[in-house]
């Protein structure tokens, strides 16, 4: 009897103009694997399952823990982390074969490694940081109730992993749309006492082209995010808090 | 220690894929926002105000011509169409299309149910703008003109109905418009910060769902009254023209006899 295997194909590409290409392999089974360990074996001893020797894949992890947010990658077509993919659940009886595939809203950079850097620039965008930079101390910050921290805490939780952004239908290269991650992030440094001093500019940010308003509630965000986070809520209030501030800078600015 | 050049990181301007927010700019959030409030507002409630004013049907010609006639004798009532009915509806369909197009379902890769939701917003949406360009063009500007002859406008429904394959459509497009309408509340509720919470927005959609609910089957009701035995062949016309000059009753045998004998009463 021949032993167990896993069996996965991977979409590769050899850079960000490169053709893509399908290489299959077929490794060893061990227990309890998830798809980054999957890739370490192929790394170990990459060729494929013809026998042709290969280079490793190029894929971004880090923290092996669902923290870091690197790891995202398309799954048997879904946006997962691949971190966090376990390959018995995935594979079930093993008889499947399991498909990567890099993210398909972002640049492919090597193989399944893509730049996620809009989401950096968003952030920007949006000044989601507290300012508390200058030349001097600025002593201990304003006290937070907790009611207020168990609020903002799920929001805190964001690991950057743009899967909001993947699998949203209406973030794409015609609306530019600046997906939930941006949003959520707007209401969580909104609400910070300190952070507070820049609302006014993160909502003003926010209903320019590509903004709040380009959300059509499908809620796949909510449902594909890894950590959970309450982000058609954040996108809800935020939605109102943007509008507010609009209605008020057409009155009184 | 080995120096390795640091990669050129990409510079913001040259980003490939989705581009970053443009903070502040352009005007779509105003656009957007005014097509999500034309649907409630005017649209909305000129469809709520439709399917009740069709639901008269089943009362039979005479009391649909009287409705008819009512909503023509409006003040401004052709200002009034032009401005809460036609443009905000032109604007709406075109907005609407615009947004559709823009969008890329995913529905096949993740099929959840608020992802159903977004592609069936957009597709009847859709049906809706195919069939109402047709239906206020053949029912409104084609035909006899119902705000002269507001008696006419039983016939005039029943003989398009009479068609199997226009009284599907309109069955179909029943549906779609009702359908879009409902779970635009719903999706107005939610972008606009109304329900933000989970629950509530699940509360919602139970409400969304009746009014939506509550809307078709007296839209379809509505319709029976037309297609079914109660009211076959219905006159062509129950009501007198209507002209929207002021025109003087035209003097009728009683009055002629009052005036004459006012007249013999004034020579004694």
Known sequence: MAAKTIKVEIKRQSGPDGAATVEKFEIPYRPNMNITSLLGEIACDP??????????????????????????????????MACSALVDKLNGDGS???????????????????????????????????????TYDLGSGP????????????????????????????????????????????????????????????????????GVQECGFAQNCVEAC???????????????????????????? | MATVAPPVPSSSSTIRGVQPLRAGQGNSFLWRKLHSLSGIVPIGAFLVEHILSNFEAIHGPLAYAQQVKFLNSLPLVRVLEWAFIFIPLAFHAGY??????????????????????????????????????????????????????????????????????MLAIYVIAMVATTWHFAYGIWLFAAKWGITPGE???????????????A???????????????????????????????????????LMQRAMASERTGNAK
């Open chain 1, 47 to 80: 060729v494929t399952v013809e026998g042709k020797a290969t280079t490793p894949i190029t894929y971004d992890s880090n923290c092996l823990e669902e923290i870091c947010g690197s790891c995202a990658m398309l799954i048997n077509g879904k946006a997962k």
């Open chain 1, 143 to 210: 006290r937070q109730f907790p009611q207020l921290q168990e609020e903002l805490y799920p929001l805190s939780n964001c690991i950057s992993c743009t899967i909001c952004m993947e699998v949203c239908p209406q973030f794409n290269d015609s609306t530019n749309f600046v997906g939930a991650a941006t949003i959520a992030q707007v209401k969580l440094f909104n609400n910070n006492p300190t952070g507070a001093v820049l609302k006014a500019e993160r909502l003003r940010a926010l209903a320019g082209d590509g």
């Open chain 2, 215 to 253: 809307l078709c089957v007296m839209g379809l009701w509505g319709m029976w009254a037309f297609v079914g035995p109660q009211y076959q062949n219905a006159p062509a016309d129950v009501l007198p023209a209507q002209s929207s000059r002021l025109v003087l009753p035209a003097p009728t045998d």
């Open chain 2, 96 to 165: 609407g299309v615009f947004i559709a197009f823009r969008g890329r379902s995913n529905v096949n890769v993740y099929p959840w149910a608020g992802n159903w939701m977004y592609i069936s917003q957009r597709v009847t949406g859709l049906i809706a703008f195919v069939y109402i360009i047709q239906h206020v063009w053949r029912q409104r500007f084609a035909g006899v003109s119902l705000p002269d002859h507001p008696g006419a406008a039983f016939a005039k429904v029943q003989h398009e109905l009479a068609n199997p394959w």
């Open chain 2, 199 to 213: 629950q509530a927005r699940k509360k919602f959609g139970y409400v969304c769902a009746a009014i939506g609910i």
């Open chain 1, 226 to 253: 890894p950590k959970q986070l309450p982000l058609t809520e954040a996108i809800s209030d935020v939605s109102r808090d943007v509008m507010f501030q609009q209605v008020k800078d057409f009155f009184v600015r």
């Open chain 1, 96 to 134: 499947g074969t399991i498909t990567l595939a890099p993210l398909s809203k972002f640049p492919v950079v090597r193989d399944l490694s893509v730049d996620r850097s809009v989401l950096f620039q968003n952030l920007k965008a949006v000044k989601a940081w507290v300012p508390i930079d200058g």
